[in-house]
């Protein structure tokens, strides 16, 4: 491969997906096995939709990495840069199905492999052959990954390279309410473009944001008020803010302006996964030239497809889906 589309930077799991729909997680009888991890699920969805992706994650040697790995090649992700951390063991994730709104989710991170990838292993990627990198906010929260996920923001800025920020929240690897905002807040001059939902803008940007980090909702506030400090994010330099309302589409706000684009109906089976599936059809869009209300859309239908569908990254659609569940809704 002689250049890169997309180089995601982040975690990366392997995901144990109950078969038992509906079923509490004490009666889950069997799992269904995949890779997740929000960059690497990105990673992936981005290559279904055409795009010549590459993982910058860490697995251990252990064969939960060897899974990992194989599930990857067969993506075709590239895995190249991937690095093998001895004496760690690779992510794992266990998720209940309990249609439509509990989808409960157990992490095994206690020390991964992934915490551990380096400046160093950022160094190795030929940045020069790189149109676009993703980044995670959950990599800023705690080990090496931290500073190599800023490294891999300065070296975006260095090289022209579309950076990508996913606020990916997840509470339990923070390790104080405020603190997900403070790092957040501090790389934002290094970002073009920053996605995020109404609870992680909300824990990002709010004065006390503890009920959120909790694992809580938005809280019952003025949304203007929250618009208000979304758009304050564009005085950091950044190009544009994807905020994201689930059902009711998304809000792309612009230094000139802003496109609110509407979700589409559809029963949800399945909420895990939506996330990573909409930015992977928007990172595909823009590099594919289309204009934000399009892109938009095209990520409203990459999310609306998952969510009919059991599974995580395994139900991430094709180019060709999306164009044809596109054209049953009126088209882009």
Known sequence: MSGYDLVTIGRVNMDLFSRDVGADFADITSFDAMVGGSPTNIAIGTSRLGLRS??????????????????????????????????????????????????????????????YLTVDHVDAVPWEAVRAVQLSGNALSRGLCADATRHGAEIGRRFG????????????????????????????????????????????LMPDPGVVLAGGHVPDVDHGELDDRVAEVLAHGVSAVVLKRGPRGVSILLPDGRHDVDGFPVDVVNTVGAGDSFASGLIRSRLAGLDWPRAGRFANACGAIVVTRHGCSVAFPTEDEVFAFTEGHGGL
């Open 161 to 204: 390279i579309t950076s990508f920020l996913d606020l990916d929240l997840r509470p339990t690897e923070w390790s104080h309410a405020k603190a997900f905002g403070v790092v957040v807040r501090s790389i934002l001059p290094l970002i073009d473009v920053v996605i995020g939902t109404e609870e992680e803008f909300y824990t990002a």
């Open 54 to 115: 590459a993982a910058l994650t860490a697995v251990g040697d252990d064969r939960v990495g060897d899974f990992v790995l194989r599930y990857l090649r067969d993506e075709k992700v590239d895995t190249t840069f991937i690095p093998r951390i001895p004496g760690r063991l690779t992510s794992l994730a266990l998720l209940g199905v309990q249609p439509p709104s509990q989808f409960p989710l157990s992490f095994y991170r206690d020390d991964p492999a992934d915490i």
